[in-house]
């Protein structure tokens, strides 16, 4: 099992910066990809962004040049530097592990993030 705790969401303007972070707990070893999802009112949950045991990453293009994802495999952490954020960025952040050898997805509880225009 793994478990999964986000946090760093919140209200911000429009143009400003907020770090989501994800901290990873239990069977960490087997994590292969983990990414960010995110999921707006009355909308699908969409995939924000990606990045592989190797630190490959992968971004869906409304995102692309202000969304950085990242991994400190030694603290266990993922994180999503989001900047120049835009009002339609507004949803709640999940945070996502997959386990390949187990063929299973893990998930957080989400944060908010609100952008204000």
């Known amino acids: 099992q793994v478990q999964l705790v986000e946090s760093g969401g919140g209200l911000v303007q429009a143009g400003g910066s907020l770090r989501l972070s994800c901290a990873a707990s239990?069977?960490?070893?087997?994590?292969?990809?983990m990414g960010w999802y995110r999921q707006a009112p009355g909308k699908q949950r969409e995939l924000v962004a990606t990045?592989?045991?190797?630190?490959?990453?992968n971004y869906v293009d409304s995102v692309k040049g202000r969304f950085t994802i990242s991994r400190d495999n030694a603290k266990n952490t993922m994180y999503l530097q989001m900047n120049s954020l835009k009002p339609e960025d507004t949803a709640v952040y999940y945070c996502n592990a997959y386990i390949r050898s187990r063929r299973s997805f893990y998930w957080g509880q989400g944060t908010q993030v609100t952008v204000s225009s």
């Open positions: 990045v592989t045991s190797f630190g490959e990453t």
């Open positions: 239990g069977s960490i070893f087997e994590i292969n990809t």
